[in-house]
């Protein structure tokens, strides 16, 4: 399978501190996209990388994309008590176009 | 506004009756989807449409079925050949299928008793 697996699947800080979440992929992809859920409600997107793209920033988002190591991550800085929520990564595939595969997320929890 | 919305939010049926969620966006796009997510799991595809009167199959279409006739609006039937329907749907679209990023519905929570 083509999906994405994030790492850790929980992950709880301090108010303040960074968060860092890990995604690696399976297969060849076009672009890998960041997503947030908070509990019981839809998904956002957050922030799209490129596969020829290494590094993209978004207000307190940082994203790395390594496609030699199929892996992605997604740093928060200075997390406050708002970021807690699930988060996803989401890759399209080059072979299968029309659709992305979504990971299993990681629950960020921020204590404040 | 713009937006996807669907409808409802909640949603109780009896085991051997089939069910129709809604889903309506206004953002002109081309392509909408269908995810199921179970809890702590990650976002399953259903079905999916890239245009108007064309739909295909996701990673667990068996039990559903879809129609795509007008642009804005894509429901999703949960047949009763469906085993296991009680979850969470989540109804997106983005404007080019795959390449694009995707805007969420707030989701319909079905449960079958």
């Known amino acids: 399978s083509q999906q994405g697996e994030e790492d850790p699947q929980a992950l709880s800080i301090q108010e303040g501190e960074n968060a860092t979440m890990n995604c690696s992929y399976k297969?060849?992809?076009?672009?890998l996209q960041w997503y947030r859920q908070n509990s019981g409600r839809g998904l956002v997107h957050l922030i799209l990388?490129?596969?020829?793209?290494r590094e993209k920033h978004s207000g307190r988002l940082r994203v790395t994309l390594d496609t030699s190591k199929k892996s992605s991550s997604l740093l928060i800085t200075a997390s406050r008590a708002a970021d807690t929520a699930s988060y996803f990564c989401?890759?399209?595939?080059?072979?299968?176009?029309?659709?992305?595969?979504f990971g299993r997320g990681t629950q960020l929890t921020v204590w404040p | 506004d713009g937006g996807i919305t669907q409808s409802p939010k909640y949603l109780f049926r009896k085991e051997g009756q089939n069910v129709t969620l809604s889903c309506e966006q206004n953002?002109?796009?081309?392509?909408m989807y269908w995810y199921r997510q179970d809890p702590g799991q990650g976002l399953r595809l259903i079905y999916y449409?890239?245009?108007?009167?064309?739909?295909q199959k996701g990673d667990i279409a068996e039990g559903y079925s879809v129609s795509r006739e007008k642009k804005e609006s894509f429901p999703l039937t949960v047949t009763s050949a469906q085993k296991n329907p009680t979850a969470f749907y989540l109804c997106?679209?983005?404007?080019?299928?795959?390449?694009?990023?995707?805007?969420f519905g707030p989701g319909t929570r079905l449960t079958v008793t």
């Open positions: 997106a679209s983005s404007n080019q299928a795959g390449i694009y990023e995707q805007y």
């Open positions: 297969t060849s992809i076009n672009n």
């Open positions: 990388i490129r596969s020829n793209e």
């Open positions: 989401a890759t399209d595939a080059s072979s299968t176009l029309g659709r992305l595969y």
């Open positions: 953002l002109n796009h081309d392509a």
């Open positions: 449409s890239q245009i108007v009167n064309d739909f």
